[in-house]
């Protein structure tokens, strides 16, 4: 028998924090920075067409998230201010994004750094 998977219980955009708030069915609660949903996008964009592309992407600290779209029962497609909006967010990504974010962020900031880039 599959254990089920967290199901979003609450999706809240907080625009004027730049924030993409998401609540799911087994009390999980994830405060997710538009910064670091833009430079953790499933697109090919950033995680490239095949195995270990991913490209960092500087220079989105002041990204926002101007809408959010539901896809179908699976996913929310984000569209940001710097045109972007070719990820799509599934339940289970937004999910890992959320539990693994202190992780991911302090790889994105090292990443940065020993490219000499920066997040302004």
Request: glycine share 10%; aromatic share 0%; net charge negative.
């Given at each position: 028998m599959n254990?089920?998977?967290p199901w979003p219980v609450e999706v809240d955009l907080k625009k004027?924090?730049?924030?993409?708030e998401v609540s799911f069915d087994d009390g999980a609660h994830f405060s997710l920075p538009a910064e670091y949903l833009r430079v953790e996008s499933p697109s090919a964009e950033v995680q490239g067409h095949g195995g270990d592309e991913k490209k960092i992407v500087p220079g989105k600290q002041h990204v926002k998230i101007t809408e959010v779209e539901s896809?179908?029962?699976y996913a929310l497609r984000l569209i940001f201010n710097d045109g972007h909006d070719s990820g799509l967010y599934t339940w289970d990504y937004l999910y890992e994004l959320g539990a693994k974010q202190n992780e991911k962020w302090q790889t994105y900031l090292a990443e940065l750094s020993k490219r000499g880039l920066e997040r302004e």
């Open positions: 254990e089920a998977r004027a924090e730049a924030l993409l896809v179908g029962n």
